[in-house]
């Protein structure tokens, strides 16, 4: 089993519309919990974080965390074809990382929105 | 400001040769992160300097890889010989020391291929 799990894609959606990204993980313990977005040939860029059970909103981008289910999701609303890109769910076992980004990485979403 | 610079950001070597990856972190970033993804499986924990002390380097996946940070700013990764298995995307990451795991930049990344 994956630490970090996620659907491969690609996955299409329509301009406007919701996407909905998810991602499952192996470790209990974990404590912090990243949404990257990765253009072609670029570096990933970090869009969200979440580190308690819930929602976090942020523009048009809405993490959501379930520690129990091991289950953490991010949903891009009003979907622009500026949002077409590989998105990548890391988890950290750390919630105060004073310098310990060791991040576990999924082997990201294929979005596309289509115009 | 200046992002995390790779350097090169492509390179393609023989086997049994050497190649030498540059990265410089962002000005005054204290946290130095190697992170790798061969094809078709995600990003992967290389190692971590906190200045220019390896604070985690059990990533590593052979003796044939050597990074260094001499004096706390750019690092060098090395390797040497490369084999055809050590192909893949090479990032680097930064963050400032005693900031959250949100405050990870990451290079553009250097595109090994060894044939």
């Known amino acids: 089993q994956k630490e970090v799990e996620q659907n491969s894609g690609p996955l299409s959606v329509p301009e406007g519309a919701i996407a909905s990204l998810n991602c499952t993980y192996s470790?209990?313990?974990?404590?912090?919990f990243f949404w990257y977005r990765q253009y072609s040939g670029k570096s990933p860029e970090l869009i969200m974080s979440?580190?308690?059970?819930g929602d976090k909103e942020d523009g048009r981008f809405t993490a959501q965390l379930n520690k129990a289910s091991q289950y953490v999701s991010l949903l891009i609303r009003d979907s622009q074809p500026s949002d077409s890109a590989t998105y990548l769910c890391?988890?950290?076992?750390?919630?105060?990382?004073?310098?310990?980004?060791?991040?576990?990485f999924g082997t990201g979403t294929r979005l596309t929105i289509i115009p | 400001e200046a992002g995390v610079t790779q350097f090169p950001s492509h390179s393609v070597i023989e086997k049994g040769q050497t190649v030498t990856l540059r990265c410089d972190p962002i000005?005054?970033?204290?946290?130095l992160y190697w992170y790798r993804r061969v094809m078709g499986k995600e990003i992967k924990f290389l190692l971590h300097?906190?200045?220019?002390?390896?604070?985690?380097e059990s990533g590593m996946p052979n003796n044939r890889f050597l990074a260094e940070r001499t004096g706390g700013t750019y690092s060098t990764l090395k390797v040497q010989p490369a084999e055809l298995e050590d192909s893949g995307v090479y990032f680097c990451?930064?963050?400032?020391?005693?900031?959250?795991?949100?405050?990870?930049?990451f290079g553009s990344g250097t595109q090994l291929s060894v044939l």
């Open positions: 990451a930064s963050s400032q020391y005693g900031q959250r795991g949100e405050k990870l930049f």
């Open positions: 470790d209990r313990g974990s404590q912090s």
């Open positions: 979440i580190y308690s059970n």
């Open positions: 890391a988890v950290n076992a750390y919630i105060w990382n004073f310098g310990n980004e060791k991040l576990t």
């Open positions: 000005s005054g970033h204290d946290n």
């Open positions: 300097f906190v200045k220019e002390s390896k604070q985690d």
